[in-house]
């Protein structure tokens, strides 16, 4: 098979409207990583104003905030998750494994029975 495996895709849908996707768990995985939302939007290509606006939604998302920033000063400002923030990473991340183990089998017989290349005209 040429191109990539399928792969099952981890998002929530909460109750309130708001999503928790691929994007947002790995923004704040990367804010836990580099201590700055610059920075964990940079590694991922994405523009401070752009990431800044993710963070704040996750923020808004639960009733604890996930992310605070520090100002500069001597040390510097930056991010940091908060203990709430850590919790949600880890727990959205098992769950993302678990969804994949589940489904591991599956997603092989998929891969296994699914054609070389998608014709664009019927048979």
Same mark, same amino acid.
């Given at each position: 098979?040429?191109?990539?495996p ?28 580099h ?9 991922i290509?994405m ?19 996930s992310?605070?920033?520090r ?7 930056g *991010? ?13 991340? *098992? ?5 994949k183990?589940v ?12 054609a ?7 048979k």
């Amino acid at each position: 098979m040429i191109g990539t495996p399928p792969k099952a895709i981890f998002r929530l849908d909460l109750a309130n409207g708001a999503r928790l996707g691929p994007g947002k768990i790995q923004l704040l995985r990367l804010i836990l990583e580099h201590g700055s939302i610059r920075s964990a939007g940079t590694a991922i290509g994405m523009s401070y104003r752009r990431a800044w606006l993710l963070a704040d939604e996750i923020n808004r998302m639960f009733k604890q905030p996930s992310i605070a920033t520090r100002h500069g000063g001597k040390s510097g400002g930056g *991010a940091y998750l908060t203990p709430f923030g850590e919790t949600l990473l880890a727990r959205a991340e *098992a769950m993302d494994a678990k969804a994949k183990e589940v489904l591991r089998e599956d997603l092989a017989w998929l891969e296994a029975m699914a054609a070389e290349t998608i014709t664009s005209e019927p048979k």
